[in-house]
């Protein structure tokens, strides 16, 4: 009885083993031709990867680029690149970045209680909103602290890469202003 069992394992090992090795055969055969593909890769030199057409490590022929001087209350604003994209920033940021827990000046003028005597437009709405919770805040909403993250300062840049991209503004009013909290949910719903 013992012996029989012994000989039916034994069988049985030998289908395993058969069976780990015909898995490993099918493996086998797929690695070649992923490394086949690994041995040719296309080769992107240097200079294919820089939007100014030079190799990326010569700094030398970066372009010099000026940031945006003209002091807050004297800029004018940017029409939005398209309906309820964050506006850029269109006054200097010198003086005012980087941003940190105990100092970010943008608020001093843009909180809506500091706005009107700023001259300033203030936030918007979604930024004194708790979306995730579905909830009104009474002060700044902490996602919305580090104004830069979303808000870029402005320099005389050129266009490195041509973009015909052409906003569709419902309204001119999009142009100017944003109304993202109201629009949220927008044909989702
Ligand atoms: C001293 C007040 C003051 C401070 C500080 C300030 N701003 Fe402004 N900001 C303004 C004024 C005023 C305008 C309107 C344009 C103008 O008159 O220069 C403006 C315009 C803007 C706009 C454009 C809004 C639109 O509708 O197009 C953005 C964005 C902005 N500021 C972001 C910032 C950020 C980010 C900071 C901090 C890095 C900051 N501001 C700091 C006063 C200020
Ligand atoms: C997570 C991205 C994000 C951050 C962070 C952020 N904003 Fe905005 N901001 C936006 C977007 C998007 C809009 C336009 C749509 C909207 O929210 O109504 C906007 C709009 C604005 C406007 C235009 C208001 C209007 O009525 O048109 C001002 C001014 C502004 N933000 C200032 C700030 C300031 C100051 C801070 C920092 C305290 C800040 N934002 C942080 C994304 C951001």
Partial sequence: MRKKHFWLSAAAWVSLLLLVAGCGGTGAGNIPARDAAQDSPAVVGDEDLSYRNTPLESAAVTPAVQPVA????????????????PPV??????G?????????????????????????????????YDIRRDRKLTSLNPANYNCTQCHAMQTDAGELVANSFTP??????????????????????
């Fill in 168 to 189: 569709d503004f419902r309204s001119d009013k999009g142009m100017k202003e944003s109304d993202l909290l109201e629009r949220l949910n927008e044909g989702v719903r």
């Fill in 96 to 128: 005012l970045l980087p941003i940190t827990a105990a100092d970010n000046q943008c608020t001093e003028c843009h909180l809506p209680d500091m706005a009107e005597d700023a001259g300033a437009p203030s936030i918007p709405a979604s930024h004194m």
């Fill in 70 to 85: 003209t002091e807050p209350g004297d800029s004018r604003t940017v029409p939005r690149s398209f309906e309820n994209a």
């Fill in 89 to 94: 920033i269109p006054h200097t940021v010198e």
